[in-house]
């Protein structure tokens, strides 16, 4: 099931890259594991998936021992749910890259993190570009003392932008908080957008996205009994 839902995920990207003149490899395929077990990693792995996105640190602390074989042969962890500043430590020890920072306090306590990992950890900043209270994220015009921040910082890495629009059934709804997006990655100089998921992901690709984050489309619907 998990090799026909990836095959289908690949047809509407690739779909989506002839409509923007853009190429595959242009594009990073991170697969949502949140809430599935450790199993399901290792078989996403063994059908050539590489990145695997996660929402709780909590929760992948708990499957991170099972996952070692694959940590140490290419699977690289994203964390791509909001990150609480006393979970930092732990944060940087088991992710190459935290997509969702937020604050110059949480770059500040990451920093401090990281040292021992012996390459500085990759970042994404997440911006907030929907009125919803529900949603994290820094606001746009935080962005340029923010960048100072993570720059000053010499066991970060600053690599692009994230976004959760709100959500909608139709991606053209979406769509304006993908383009708004790319136009401040432009305006910094930021090379990556984490940005579009099972639902939206064309609408994604073709504003520019780097980066989607595929969960539903790829393993079905969340267990219900997890955690």
């Known amino acids: 099931m998990l090799r026909?839902?990836?095959?289908?995920?690949?047809?509407?990207?690739?779909?989506?890259?002839?409509?923007?003149?853009?190429?595959?490899?242009?594009?990073?395929?991170?697969?949502?594991?949140?809430?599935?077990?450790?199993?399901?990693?290792?078989?996403?792995?063994?059908?050539?998936?590489?990145?695997?996105?996660?929402?709780?640190?909590?929760?992948?602390?708990?499957?991170?021992?099972?996952?070692?074989?694959?940590?140490?042969?290419?699977?690289?962890?994203?964390?791509?749910?909001?990150?609480?500043?006393?979970?930092?430590?732990?944060?940087?020890?088991?992710?190459?890259?935290?997509?969702?920072?937020?604050?110059?306090?949480?770059?500040?306590?990451?920093?401090?993190a990281s040292p021992s990992r012996g390459t500085p950890l990759d970042v994404m900043i997440e911006v907030k570009l929907s009125e919803e209270e529900s949603k994290a994220g820094s606001a746009p015009g935080a962005l340029p003392a923010l960048i100072d921040t993570?720059?000053?910082?010499?066991?970060?890495?600053?690599?692009?932008?994230?976004?959760?629009?709100?959500?909608?059934?139709?991606?053209e709804q979406t769509r304006p908080y993908f383009r708004r997006l790319a136009e401040l990655a432009r305006a910094h100089g930021l090379p990556r957008l984490s940005m579009g998921m099972s639902h939206d992901l064309e609408a994604a690709i073709e504003e520019g996205a780097t980066h989607i984050r595929v969960g539903t489309a790829l393993f079905g619907p969340r267990p219900k009994n997890e955690p």
Request: with cysteine; net charge neutral; aromatic share 6%.
């Open 4 to 112: 026909e839902r990836l095959s289908r995920v690949e047809e509407r990207i690739h779909a989506a890259l002839r409509r923007a003149g853009r190429r595959r490899s242009e594009i990073t395929l991170i697969a949502v594991t949140k809430k599935f077990p450790a199993a399901v990693v290792l078989d996403a792995f063994g059908l050539g998936l590489r990145h695997f996105g996660e929402n709780y640190v909590q929760e992948f602390e708990a499957k991170h021992p099972a996952l070692a074989s694959v940590a140490e042969t290419g699977a690289e962890f994203h964390l791509i749910g909001h990150l609480q500043s006393n979970k930092a430590r732990i944060a940087a020890e088991l992710f190459q890259v935290v997509e969702t920072v937020d604050s110059e306090k949480l770059d500040r306590r990451l920093d401090q």
């Open 150 to 171: 993570i720059h000053g910082c010499p066991n970060l890495h600053l690599t692009g932008l994230m976004t959760m629009p709100p959500w909608s059934d139709d991606p």
